[in-house]
């Protein structure tokens, strides 16, 4: 298994469209990183309102001619155990960012990660036995980089099977990589079969 350090010119040669002006998509890589990160929250952080929290309504003591300050129920903010003032409550916080933006992103990155010479072009990524071992030899012959992203049009069940234990790389399919993966990984292996994925996606 050999590699090639893919250039601009590979990349405009299969069609693939990418940024190359240093100044533009920087923000449209910025919101959709930002989308993602948000995307990734459950937002089922919640407290109990006054109204919903358990116990009696029954006034504390009377208004007047104790010395204390006057009450209402125990359930009151002010209380131990009473209800919370603006406090979180389920919510949805998914963000959502136009297709241009998102290809622009797209084309940003890969520009980046190919004009800095971190992008490893292979005819082919299988791993037949399905052995880690097997899996870690392979990458460590195409680059030496500590987190590696292989990209490709698709991927066998003993390939995934190799790979399941290396924490440090990823495989991911040419269809559903994404800008922060694109971004955050040291070394992309990309499959040639892939490219034209990838074209698809920035055209």
């Given at each position: 298994?050999t590699a090639?350090?893919?250039?601009?010119?590979?990349?405009?040669?299969?069609?693939?469209?990418?940024?190359?002006?240093?100044?533009?998509?920087?923000?449209a890589?910025?919101?959709?990183?930002v989308?993602?990160?948000?995307?990734?929250?459950t937002?089922?952080?919640?407290?109990?309102?006054?109204?919903e929290v358990r116990?009696?309504?029954?006034?504390?003591?009377?208004?007047?001619?104790?010395g204390?300050?006057r009450?209402?129920?125990?359930?009151?903010?002010?209380h131990?155990g009473?209800?919370?003032?603006?406090?979180?409550?389920?919510?949805?916080?998914?963000?959502?960012?136009?297709r241009?933006?998102?290809?622009l992103a797209?084309r940003?990155?890969?520009?980046?990660?190919?004009?800095?010479?971190?992008v490893?072009?292979?005819d082919?990524?299988a791993?037949?036995?399905?052995?880690?071992?097997?899996f870690?030899?392979?990458?460590?012959?195409?680059t030496?980089?500590?987190?590696?992203?292989?990209?490709?049009?698709?991927f066998?069940?003993?390939?995934?099977l190799?790979?399941?234990?290396?924490?440090w790389?990823?495989?991911?399919?040419?269809?559903?990589v994404?800008v922060?993966?694109?971004a955050?990984y040291?070394a992309?292996?990309?499959t040639r079969?892939?490219?034209?994925?990838?074209?698809?996606r920035?055209?």
């Amino acid at each position: 298994m050999t590699a090639s350090t893919m250039s601009l010119e590979d990349a405009k040669s299969a069609n693939l469209r990418v940024v190359e002006d240093a100044g533009r998509g920087d923000q449209a890589v910025h919101d959709l990183v930002v989308a993602y990160q948000a995307n990734r929250r459950t937002g089922t952080a919640s407290t109990k309102i006054r109204a919903e929290v358990r116990g009696s309504r029954r006034k504390m003591y009377r208004q007047k001619g104790t010395g204390h300050a006057r009450h209402g129920d125990g359930k009151g903010v002010q209380h131990k155990g009473g209800g919370v003032v603006f406090g979180p409550r389920p919510r949805d916080y998914s963000k959502a960012v136009p297709r241009k933006v998102r290809k622009l992103a797209l084309r940003r990155v890969l520009g980046d990660r190919i004009a800095e010479g971190s992008v490893q072009l292979v005819d082919d990524f299988a791993i037949a036995d399905g052995r880690t071992k097997s899996f870690v030899k392979a990458i460590n012959g195409l680059t030496g980089e500590a987190k590696v992203l292989v990209v490709g049009k698709e991927f066998g069940d003993e390939t995934y099977l190799a790979a399941r234990n290396a924490g440090w790389a990823l495989l991911e399919t040419a269809a559903n990589v994404n800008v922060e993966q694109l971004a955050s990984y040291h070394a992309i292996i990309l499959t040639r079969d892939a490219l034209e994925v990838l074209a698809a996606r920035t055209a």
